[in-house]
């Protein structure tokens, strides 16, 4: 995956070590399947609270509209369903 959503205005107030961690996630993401990223994600979740890093409600939105822009209704669906199933697991 480019860096390039990293520039994407929206995300200018997200601190860079916190971008920098997206992009080493959605890097190590690659190639998933969509069963296996809940618990992908769920793990680095918990290895960046352990870390002391949390991203705030407004981060995650701006995060969440970035990665959603150009892609599909369904795929954007299946983004908001694994956030809501991570919501409801934390």
């Known amino acids: 995956m480019t860096q390039e ?5 929206k ?4 601190d860079p ?3 920098a961690l997206l992009q080493n996630l959605a890097d190590q993401s690659g190639g998933r399947s969509p069963s296996d990223m809940l618990p992908f994600l769920m793990s680095a979740a918990a290895q ?8 705030s409600s407004d981060e995650i939105g701006a995060i969440l509209n970035v990665l959603k822009a150009g892609k599909s209704p369904k795929e954007a669906a299946k983004l908001d ?10």
């Open 5 to 9: 959503w990293q520039n994407d205005p």
């Open 11 to 14: 995300l200018q107030n997200i």
């Open 17 to 19: 070590s916190k971008l």
């Open 48 to 55: 960046g609270r352990q870390n002391g890093l949390q991203f």
């Open 81 to 90: 369903q694994i956030v809501s199933l991570m919501r409801m697991i934390r």
